[in-house]
């Protein structure tokens, strides 16, 4: 949630763990940690992606001890397997990542772009959906122009999740 990426890692041997960084959490935008757990989630994929792609086979234990809350999940790799062509070619989509925060400019996409993102569409690297109908596009225009108002008012209650440095917890160690 806002790109907090709340999550820390260590590794022993051959098991990761993966903990909730409870200090990247946004307790105003998500005081139950939902979006935080969610978060942890699309991590935990991407470390079995990889795996996956190195030819591993990951075995999860999600939620493995009530005792340290923050723990969500191990996962150890005590298998080969050929390596997964398909995690691969997924796994270069996690590296090629990007996220766009900024307003768009309003009215149409030029044909050019257009052209573009329809080439990535038929390469399966994206998803291209097309609103021509005027009534479909001002209802979603006023969807978006409403979710945009909401996030700056969250925004604006938000001052203090954002850390220049990321989060207090050092590296490598467990919950504290």
């Known amino acids: 949630m806002h790109n907090t990426q709340p999550w820390r890692f260590t590794a022993d041997g051959r098991q990761i763990s993966l903990y909730a960084d409870v200090d990247r959490g946004l307790p105003v935008a998500d005081p139950d940690g939902r979006e935080m757990m969610i978060s942890c989630g699309a991590a935990l994929f991407n470390v079995g992606l990889a795996l996956r792609s190195l030819g591993y086979i990951p075995e999860t234990c999600v939620l493995p001890d009530p005792g340290q809350p923050a723990l969500v999940a191990q996962v150890s790799w005590p298998q080969r397997a050929p390596a997964d062509e398909f995690a691969r070619r997924l796994l270069m989509h996690v590296l090629t990542r990007r996220t766009h925060r900024g ?12 052209r573009r993102a329809a080439r990535r569409r038929r390469a399966g690297r994206g998803a291209l959906r097309i609103v021509a109908d005027d009534g479909r596009r001002a209802a979603l225009a006023a969807a978006v122009e409403t979710a945009e108002r909401h996030q700056r008012l969250v925004g604006e209650r938000l001052s203090s999740w954002h850390r220049t440095r990321g989060s207090s917890a050092a590296p490598g160690r467990g919950p504290r």
Do not use: L, V
Request: proline share 17%; no cysteine.
């Open 103 to 114: 307003a768009f400019r309003p009215g149409a996409a030029s044909p050019g772009h257009a």
